[in-house]
T-cell receptor, first 113, second 111 residues
Framework: DVKVTQSSRYLVKRTGEKVFLECVQD?????MFWYRQDPGLGLRLIYF???????EKGDIPEGYSVSREKKERFSLILESASTNQTSMYLC????????????FGSGTRLTVV | GEDVEQSLFLSVREGDSSVINCTYT??????LYWYKQEPGAGLQLLTY?????DMKQDQRLTVLLNKKDKHLSLRIADTQTGDSAIYFCAETMEYGNKLVFGAGTILRVKS
């Protein structure tokens, strides 16, 4: 069964900490995505990647960076966590064209205190 | 630009049919999707439809596509409490590499 695995289901971090959210897929997908989900705002795209070492900004990249050193792994980095980054973070992957849709991970609920 | 809109909330009684609606703006949308998100979980692909189809049925799920009005709907027959979730509509183009999502519709099923 194809899978997208996010390393943590729940995280609590302090303001100002550097936070790493990890995502691994085992489907040899070219594309990987990071979204955040907040009540009433739906899914908002933070960053995406079409290939190893490639990255593109999404709709809300401020305060975040990403790393894709290997095809199967896409990391989201909060350089200096702030309370307004408390959210549900969802990773997804897809083939080069998204026609078959995305496969999502289970999500990481991050709380910044 | 591309936009996908959904109503925010739907409440139905167990055993009734649910109809969740979605409109999109991009006439070149080729693939349209319905995802389900249960509480505290990621999104799960429920079904999809290609723009050359008007309808697709899969057990209790029926997807209807009206290309002229750019309207997509998901009908769930005999709705159960386990159907309570957020339902997202999404679309992409033929060679698109990103999906555009609606904000999600919260379906509440009352027993």
């Amino acid at each position: 069964d194809v899978k997208v695995t996010q390393s943590s289901r729940y995280l609590v971090k302090r303001t100002g900490e550097k936070v790493f959210l990890e995502c691994v897929q085992d489907m040899d997908h070219e594309n990987m995505f990071w979204y955040r989900q907040d009540p009433g705002l739906g899914l908002r795209l933070i960053y995406f990647s079409y290939d190893v070492k490639m990255k593109e900004k999404g709709d809300i990249p401020e305060g975040y960076s990403v790393s894709r050193e290997k095809k199967e792994r896409f990391s989201l980095i909060l350089e200096s966590a702030s309370t307004n980054q408390t959210s549900m973070y969802l990773c997804a992957s897809s083939l080069e064209t998204a026609r078959y849709g995305y496969t999502f991970g289970s999500g990481t609920r991050l709380t910044v205190v | 630009g591309e936009d996908v809109e959904q109503s925010l909330f739907l409440s139905v009684r167990e055993g009734d049919s649910s109809v969740i609606n979605c409109t999109y703006t991009d006439s070149s949308s080729t693939y349209l999707y319905w995802y389900k998100q249960e509480p505290g979980a990621g999104l799960q692909l429920l079904t999809y439809i290609f723009s050359n189809m008007d309808m697709k049925q899969d057990q209790r799920l029926t997807v209807l596509l009206n290309k002229k009005d750019k309207h997509l709907s998901l009908r769930i027959a005999d709705t159960q409490t386990g159907d309570s979730a957020i339902y997202f509509c999404a679309e992409t183009m033929e060679y698109g590499n990103k999906l555009v999502f609606g904000a999600g519709t919260i379906l509440r099923v009352k027993s």
